[in-house]
C-alpha cells in the first residue's frame, strides 16, 4: 500500500519561504518519478514541479527560479522548497507519484500579511 503523507504547510508572508515534505510508506521516492501539484480554490489542480527518475526537472513558469524539488533518499521523502512566496501561491499542495493514483492528502499553503 502506498501512502504520500505532506507536511510542512502554513501560513507566511509574501516574500517568505516554506519547505514541504512528501514522506513516502510502500514506495522507494528514489525509483519513482514525483510530483507537487498545487489546488487554489476555484481552480483546477495544477502541476508545480516534477522530477523524474532520470533527474528531469519540471517546474511551472509561475514557480521556476522560485521552487525547488528535491527527493531526500535518506528520508525516503520528496521536498519542495518554496522562496519569495507571492499570494498567488495559496494553494492546497499535494504531491503525488507521477503517472499513478496515489496521492497525498494535501497540506495548505497561505500566503497573506
Known amino acids: 500500500q502506498v501512502s504520500l503523507v505532506e507536511s510542512g504547510g502554513g501560513l507566511v508572508q509574501p516574500g517568505g519561504s516554506l519547505r514541504l515534505s512528501c514522506a513516502a510508506s510502500?514506495?522507494?521516492?528514489?525509483?519513482?518519478?514525483m510530483a507537487w501539484y498545487r489546488q487554489a480554490p476555484g481552480k483546477q489542480r495544477a502541476l508545480v514541479a516534477s522530477l523524474s527518475t532520470d533527474r528531469t526537472l519540471y517546474y511551472s513558469e509561475s514557480v521556476r527560479g522560485r521552487f525547488t524539488i528535491a527527493r531526500d533518499n535518506a528520508k525516503n521523502t520528496v521536498d519542495l522548497q518554496m522562496n519569495s512566496l507571492v499570494p498567488e501561491d495559496t494553494a492546497v499542495y499535494y504531491c503525488?507519484?507521477?503517472?499513478?493514483?496515489?496521492w497525498g492528502q494535501g497540506t495548505q499553503v497561505t500566503v497573506s500579511t
Open positions: 503525488r507519484v507521477s503517472g499513478t493514483p496515489n
Open positions: 510502500g514506495i522507494i521516492v528514489s525509483r519513482n518519478a
